[in-house]
């Protein structure tokens, strides 16, 4: 049963004259006729496949690649102690290397696990990245050098050290 309104009562479907109004919108296209409203197609996007790695294999790649890049540091360490005539040819940046070649030696210790696939060499390429940024973002075990680099700068060429 319907209770009957008094006169001055609100009415969500009155304007102020007292009239029915409806809570639909009509819109016009530029031509002056009426939009025809079209469906919104539901799309299932697609979900990015996360890559998850075991503690195991994130140990084994973070310890290759710190204990590689602490080789090569002590290495031209002894040979700056060696080579104290005053004479140094060597850059600065010469004990120190790049995002991507360390990739690249990571990548060329593992070729017999790699094997011919090349789906696999993304997979460990990725998963090497990974790895190292983290090192650098989360764990704090790598640094840049050469302070920040500009903007446009890939991470493959940015130089990084233990």
């Given amino acids: 049963p319907r209770r009957k309104r008094h006169k001055g009562e609100y009415n969500p479907n009155e304007d102020d004259n007292g009239e029915g109004t409806t ?3 009509e819109t016009v296209q530029a031509d002056g006729e009426p939009a025809k409203k079209k469906r919104k197609k539901s799309k299932k996007r697609k979900k990015k496949k996360k890559t998850q790695i075991g503690m195991e294999q994130y140990t084994a790649i973070a310890d290759a690649i710190c204990t590689y890049l602490r080789s090569i540091e002590n290495d031209d360490d002894e040979e700056d102690v060696q080579n104290e005539n005053g004479k140094e040819d060597k850059e600065v940046d010469s004990k120190y290397l790049t995002w991507g070649k360390v990739v690249e030696w990571y990548l060329s210790q593992c070729e017999q696990q790699i094997g011919d696939s090349v789906d ?3 997979r460990l390429q990725k998963l090497t990245n990974l790895v190292i940024r ?4 989360v764990d704090h075990v790598l640094i840049y050098i050469s302070g920040e680099a500009p903007e446009g700068t890939p991470e493959e060429e ?3 050290a233990v």
């Fill in 23 to 25: 809570n639909e919108i």
């Fill in 120 to 122: 696999e060499l993304r």
């Fill in 134 to 137: 983290r090192l650098i973002t």
């Fill in 158 to 160: 940015r130089v990084i």
